[in-house]
């Protein structure tokens, strides 16, 4: 057996290489694993081919949905803001969503929580939610690089950028070429390089595949295409496979670093496909709904690969929304909730893992735009019944875009035992006072 002298004081002792490098490895499979989560802008349940979609190649995510687990059945608000409060809060909107563009400052969000619970973090893309430079380290991000910190530059998110990074107006060497996806995902790279040997969280709202749409680097006009006169829906193809390219850098930097085997990966949508965009799934063409509360405005995608799945490959159809990532990042951490924390999110954790779960038989979404114009809507859905505060009560599976309420007093059966059941859950918000 190898051995290792280490001189200390001047007594020498004596110790075993192997026993240390037994404590390296217990070490290693005893650190809180990683979290990286990625959620594209626009982009609904129907784009990915493993969902069943025809019109765009997404063979990075498909992979990674075949190494994990495919969530059938996730539902996000159907507008960016209202999703970006939700998520990262873990609250349904009516407790503190309180304007387009706008977090709170004495919200929690699960990366201040995992911040003290040891992780370090970092967020790139589209922030979208307010306040100033040092905001995003308040709301528990170690490090960032961002775009719309402040409301403006609508245009400047992809070639010639206009982003902050940790502080500072983001100097560009060349403008022209300069592309913000591959800026944002550079920068997740880097971080996760130096972070490698510590638990690490890593939050990505992607840019993509949010308007204009405009050349990406692989098309020829990327070059010269003037910024802000395009906005050409012929680019959304491209668009969603460089997208599915940047998860693809993703993935295989975490695999050349060793690290997937302690890394949770959860890629989703922030709300439906731009409403100019039809795409073909199933032999279907499906036309996008953002910011509108159909399946086309609320259904996205929702993949998670982590170390201990239950089972690999594997579809569910367990109903989750965006309160639920909070809990299950707390639960991904082996961290308690703190006491004056309210989240209306459950963990998915025990399901991933093939621990007892209790799936969701419903969930609840508060939606009013609050300066965007769409209608104010309020409702419980499960699998396949929707329950407005209005009364209005659909089967959007087979009425997905909701244009036929079903009659309550006509109501036998399965449709009757799910509309009561809904009934009692709106009921249950609604003693709340949510705002009207």
Request: proline residues 6%; glycine residues 8%.
């Amino acid at each position: 057996m190898r051995k290792l002298f280490i001189h200390s004081k001047g007594k020498y002792f004596l110790l075993s290489l192997t026993l240390i490098l037994q404590l390296v490895s217990f070490a290693q499979e005893n650190r809180k694993p990683n979290i990286v989560f990625i959620m594209a802008d626009d982009l609904g349940y129907e784009t990915l081919g493993i969902n069943g979609g025809e019109s765009y190649q997404t063979p990075n995510l498909d992979r990674i949905a075949r190494k994990g687990i495919n969530f059938t059945e996730a539902y996000a608000t159907p507008l960016c803001t209202p999703s970006r409060v939700q998520l990262m809060t873990g609250k349904y909107n009516f407790r503190n969503y309180i304007g387009f563009g706008v977090l709170e400052n004495e919200e929690i969000t699960f990366a201040n929580v995992l911040k003290d619970l040891g992780y370090s973090t970092a967020i790139a893309g589209k922030w979208q939610l307010g306040g100033d430079f040092s905001t995003p380290n308040h709301f528990g991000f170690d490090q960032y690089c961002l775009w719309q910190i402040n409301e403006g530059d609508f245009w400047y998110r992809y070639k010639n950028p206009r982003l902050v990074q940790n502080g500072r107006e983001l100097t560009l060497n060349h403008p022209s070429d300069a592309y913000g996806p591959d800026i944002f995902t550079t920068f997740i790279i880097d971080f996760i390089r130096k972070n490698a040997n510590k638990p690490f969280l890593v939050y990505y709202p992607m840019a993509l595949v949010h308007d204009p749409f405009q050349p990406t680097p692989r098309d020829s006009k990327f070059k010269d295409y003037p910024i802000e006169d395009l906005n050409d829906i012929t680019y959304f193809r491209s668009m969603v496979e460089y997208m599915d390219e940047l998860v693809g850098r993703i993935y295989s930097e975490l695999e050349s670093q060793n690290l997937l085997d302690n890394t949770y990966i959860i890629f989703t949508g922030d709300n439906g496909t731009d409403r100019k965009v039809i795409s073909k799934f199933k032999g279907d063409s499906i036309r996008g709904d953002k910011g509108y509360t159909t399946s086309a405005g609320t259904h996205v995608p929702l993949i998670i690969s982590g170390p201990s799945l239950r089972e690999l490959g594997q579809n569910s159809d367990h109903l989750v929304d965006f309160t639920d990532f909070f809990p299950t990042f707390l639960d991904i951490a082996n961290g308690s909730k703190p006491n004056k924390l309210l989240l209306d999110g459950r963990s998915l954790k025990p399901f991933l893992v093939g621990e007892p779960y209790t799936p969701r038989r419903w969930i609840f979404t508060d939606y009013n735009s609050k300066g965007r114009d769409f209608p104010i809507k309020k409702y419980v859905q499960d699998k396949q019944f929707k329950l407005y505060s209005d009364g209005s009560f659909f089967n959007y599976k087979n009425d997905p875009q909701e244009k036929s309420p079903l009659s309550i007093d006509k109501l036998k059966g399965e449709s009757y035992e799910n509309y009561l059941i809904l009934n009692q859950a709106l009921s249950l918000y609604q003693q709340m006072n949510f705002n009207e």
